[in-house]
């Protein structure tokens, strides 16, 4: 079969490799778009995400849909449209035996922290443990589907945030996951929702999905002590400073981006005299459920997905990605 490798820094080609067979309890998927993640752009572009370094070609991808191609205990009909929750879960762990995103030794689709690297998606065919599959609503696109996994990022956000209905929330960072968590809190009844970015483009779309208000960083100050929640999607130390001064007095800020890891200067001032709370997230739970609806329900979701490309003019598809003034998510259509 055809897949997408990523086999070092700057290095993408179109690979064959050997098609995968289910075992019992797997199903095999034929991919219809995957979707490019950050964590997939620092891959290609550094030959790294983080500690995690390419060493073996990896196949990107996480955000998916296609339709089941072979389950072989007949239960899921071939032709069944589905996404995929990305995560293989780890160790139980006391205290913690309701999030299993948490476990340690765990894995995640087309990622090179395990060795060997755990695959991901951007291939014609994909082997994923049954439990992984989440079948859709005949009424939900399979290119609009593709973005369940990111808009489950920004829905469990709202989830340690303690929820979003009747509240001020500011979403920090309009790249593809913060216009999602916009879009999701403007449709779970937040009563007032400003998005921020330091470029002109993702704003635009940000007003396009119906946000109250937007507000270009570097050019435009931000509300002090204003917001009940704020979510962070950049992980960019001086946005975070910027959320925790843009939060009310006994308000929430979550951390949805994913900050470098090493000591950053961020001003903790407010968080002790506005006894804010600072929460962190990692990814999500099962919020990826909740995403699947909340797409079948609400078609302006789709806006989101501003390029396609075939696989073929995958790199293409990555340079586009890189530009967030001119894209939002860009997806790769797979054979």
């Known amino acids: 079969m055809k897949a997408v490798a990523i086999q070092g820094k700057l290095e ?23 979707g490019i993640c950050g964590s997939d752009l620092h891959y290609y572009h550094d030959g790294a995400n983080g500690e995690f370094v390419v060493r073996e070609p990896l196949v990107p991808g996480h955000e998916l849909s296609g339709r089941v191609d072979l389950d072989p205990s007949g239960e899921l009909a071939s032709g069944t449209p589905v996404t995929i929750h990305p ?35 951007m291939s014609e065919f994909l082997v994923v443990g049954k439990h992984m599959v989440r079948v859709l609503p005949p009424t939900l696109p ?27 929330v500011l979403v920090s960072g309009s790249g593809a996951i913060g216009l999602l968590t916009a879009a999701a809190a403007l449709t779970l009844g937040a009563t007032e929702v400003v998005s921020t970015d330091v470029l002109p483009g993702p704003l635009r779309r940000a007003r396009k999905l119906g946000v109250h208000d937007t507000i270009q960083v570097g050019a435009q100050e931000l509300p002090s002590a204003y917001f009940d929640v704020v979510l962070e999607c950049t992980g960019v130390p001086a946005a975070i400073t910027g959320a925790l001064d843009a939060a009310r007095r006994a308000g929430v800020v979550v951390l949805v981006g994913i900050p470098a890891d090493e000591a950053l200067p961020v001003n903790l001032s407010p968080l002790v005299s506005r006894e804010l709370q600072l929460r962190g997230t990692l990814r999500f739970n099962d919020e990826i ?45 797979l054979w």
């Open 12 to 34: 993408l080609a179109e690979v064959e490799v050997p098609t995968p067979v289910p075992r019992p309890g797997q199903v095999r998927l034929r991919i219809a778009y995957g």
């Open 87 to 121: 995560a293989t879960f780890g160790t139980p762990e006391p205290g913690i035996e309701d999030r299993p995103h948490l476990w340690p030794n765990g894995a995640y689709l087309g990622s090179a922290s395990t060795w060997p690297h755990t695959q991901g998606g």
């Open 142 to 168: 399979l290119r609009r589907a593709a973005l369940a996994e990111p808009l489950a990022v920004g829905l469990h956000g709202m989830t340690i945030a303690g929820g979003v209905k009747g509240k001020r």
């Open 289 to 333: 459920d909740q995403a699947v609806v909340l797409l079948d329900t609400t078609p302006e979701f789709e806006q989101v997905i501003t390029h396609e490309f075939p696989a073929d003019q995958a790199v293409q598809a990555f340079a586009v990605a890189t530009d967030s003034d001119t894209s939002g998510k860009v997806l790769v259509s």
